[in-house]
């Protein structure tokens, strides 16, 4: 499976931006699809996964109630609509996708595709 996302861009604080993660090839292989994102000088970090066969969500603690994943109609593509956005947010933001419908939180349990997507969040 080959991933890409994109939407992200500049933004002020309380703002909001919706990121899309598009994927092709062998989709049907799907367990769990994520976003995680990365900050400056930090780890790659878990933000919110999807298992792929119910649409079961699962969010870190630091956006849960402000962000959302969901899956698109042709079920080849996530997204994650990040309402009152904060400074904290600010990372590039990556989309993975494991086989296994088990949840991981950790990125090693991952692949991941193309360059992520930069979100900026000003105060």
């Known amino acids: 499976v080959q991933l890409q996302a994109s939407g992200g861009g500049l933004v002020q604080a309380g703002e909001s931006l919706k990121l899309s993660c598009a994927a092709s090839?062998?989709?049907?292989?799907?367990?769990?699809a994520a976003w995680f994102r990365q900050a400056p000088g930090k780890a790659r970090e878990f933000v919110a996964a999807?298992?792929?066969?119910?649409?079961?969500?699962y969010y870190s603690d630091s956006v849960k109630g402000r962000f959302t994943i969901s899956r698109g109609n042709s079920q080849n593509t996530v997204y994650l609509q990040m309402n009152s956005l904060e400074p904290e947010d600010t990372a590039v933001y990556y989309c993975?996708?494991?086989?296994?419908?088990?949840?991981?939180?950790?990125?090693?349990?991952?692949?991941?595709g193309g360059q992520g997507t930069l979100v900026t969040v000003s105060s």
């Open positions: 993975g996708t494991r086989n296994s419908p088990v949840i991981h939180y950790v990125a090693r349990s991952y692949k991941f």
């Open positions: 999807i298992r792929w066969s119910d649409g079961s969500t």
């Open positions: 090839g062998r989709t049907d292989s799907l367990g769990t």
